[in-house]
Every structure is written in structure tokens, then in C-alpha cells.
């Protein structure tokens, strides 16, 4: 069979479509959680701060800080009572303890020891591991300035969104 | 007939955005004249009253057109002037909300409709 501009074509269109395939499709190593559906968790929670992905924490820590939104670390965060059960239910339903838990949600949970409730994901030993590269002087970049700010460089860290591939580290 | 259902359809949704000239006429109703100058000595003041910050500026830089970044948290924080914000000052439930927030973070009390007034007219102002 010799070579014919037909079957060079065909060649050509499958290695095109690979590629297609292979760059849209989330690999297993990807960190994807759920989020709330509707835009109240973004809006509300997501205003000073990324909109955290629930399974970061377990539910015991979403309960215990929903209860506390008037002295969220040291600021009034309170919310009408509607947005904050419907954010609550949301942070049950998705924690990282939850029915829908993925493995690396799972692996969040176990890292957790029973009885505690942390209220920071840094403090969370998933979050040190993963994290255990980054240099402190990194850290103190100014468009990152704290732990807290996951959207400074997983920058669709708003969906849920917290794979290597879409790290951008901000000068 | 079709003016009319123009018309109809542009007041339906307006109901829900605003321009930042109808959220100022909204809290001047409340308020009483607004003054540019009184408003942007609030955005420049410094203030003891909070816990979060010592003044607006702190999070919103001395430049309303520039983004900002929270004091505390650094997630980066569109700019507050309309000018540079297409949808700042366009919905009152959201304007509510931040001066609610933020006058309790910066001065540790509500901000009076007078103040409300002010502030919003200096931030239309910055062109």
C-alpha cells in the first residue's frame, strides 16, 4: 500500500483528533470537586474570599463555621437566614465526608483526625502535602500574600477547578 | 405597538439594573443633597472603628479605578469607580450589602443614608 494523499489525510485527521481528545479530557490526577449549583456560594462566600470547594473540609467543620459567620475569623460574616441554609446544605451535601465524596475527597476526610473540626483547609494535612514544594517566599508574593488566596494561582479555583495543569503562579 | 412593548420590556429590566445615577437618586430620597467632596473624604479618611481595616483605600487603593485587593485574604478585587466597572453602583441589594459589610469592617458602625449619598456621588464623579 503505498502512501496516498487519502490515507495521509485520514493519518493527519486521526492524530488531530487524539490530541483533541487527550487535551480536553480531565486525567485522573486533575483535582475537580463539586460545587453548589446557582451562583449564591460564589457571590456570597466567594466575594472576599475564593469560593472554597466544601470538599476541602469535612461537614462537621462547614456546620460548626456556618454557625459562627458573625465571628468568621474575627469579621461579621452573617447572612440572611434563606442564603445561609441553603450555603449549609450545599457544604453537607459536597463535604469532603460526604455520600458523593470522591477518592481525593476521601483522602482530605482521612488526613482529618476524628473529633476535630478545622476551620482552616491550610492547617488540613492534605493541604501541607500538596503544598510542601511551594517556597515561603513564594507565598509572600504580593498577588498571594496569604494561604487563603487558592485563586491567585489555581486560578479556577471558583469551579471547583484545582489541577496542576491549571496552576499559574503569579510573579 | 412595538414602542410600547419596547418600552415595557427596557422598565422590566431596569427593575432589576439600575444605573449608578438611579442608585444616588435612591439614596439621596433617603438622604437629602449628596456632596462629591464629603464623599471622597469618607473613601480617603482613615477610621479606628474597624477590625478589618483602618479605611476604604486600604482595600480599594487610593485610585478607584485600579483593582484592589482584600486586606486580609488578597483576593484581587475589581475596580469601585463605575467608570472602570461596568456593573458597580447597578443593583441597590448589592450596593446595601457592601456599604452594610463594609462600613462595619472599616468604621465599626452602619453608615447613615448621608453618608451612602456621599460616597456614591464621589464614586460617579471619578471619571
Known sequence: ?171 | MKIRLLALLLCANSAHADTPQQILDGLVAQAGPASVTRGEKLFRGKFSGGKTADSCTACHTENAKLPGQHARTHKAIDPIAPVAQKDRFTDAAKVEKWFKRNCQEVLGRVCSAQEKADFTAYMISVK
Not at chain 1, 60 to 77: I, K, P, Q, V
Not at chain 1, 143 to 162: P, V
Request: glycine content about 8%.
Open chain 1, 1 to 171: 500500500m503505498g502512501i496516498t494523499w487519502k490515507n495521509l489525510l485520514t493519518l493527519i485527521l486521526s492524530v488531530a483528533a487524539t490530541v483533541m481528545v487527550i487535551n480536553n479530557a480531565p486525567a485522573d490526577d486533575e483535582a475537580i470537586f463539586p460545587m453548589p449549583a446557582g451562583k449564591t456560594y460564589v457571590e456570597e462566600c466567594g466575594s472576599c474570599h475564593t469560593a472554597y470547594a466544601p470538599g476541602l473540609l469535612p461537614a462537621r467543620s462547614w456546620r460548626r463555621m456556618m454557625g459562627e459567620l458573625d465571628n468568621h475569623f474575627g469579621e461579621d460574616a452573617s447572612l440572611s437566614e434563606p442564603q445561609q441554609l441553603e450555603i449549609l446544605k450545599a457544604l453537607e451535601t459536597l463535604a469532603a465526608d460526604g455520600n458523593q465524596a470522591n477518592m481525593r475527597m476521601r483522602r482530605i476526610h482521612g488526613a482529618i483526625p476524628a473529633g476535630t473540626a478545622p476551620q482552616r483547609i491550610s492547617e488540613t494535612g492534605y493541604f501541607k502535602f500538596m503544598h510542601d514544594e511551594v517556597r515561603p517566599s513564594i507565598w509572600k508574593r504580593k498577588k498571594i500574600g496569604t494561604l487563603a488566596n487558592c485563586i491567585a494561582c489555581h486560578t479556577r479555583a471558583n469551579e471547583g477547578r484545582y489541577g496542576e495543569r491549571e496552576v499559574r503562579i503569579p510573579q
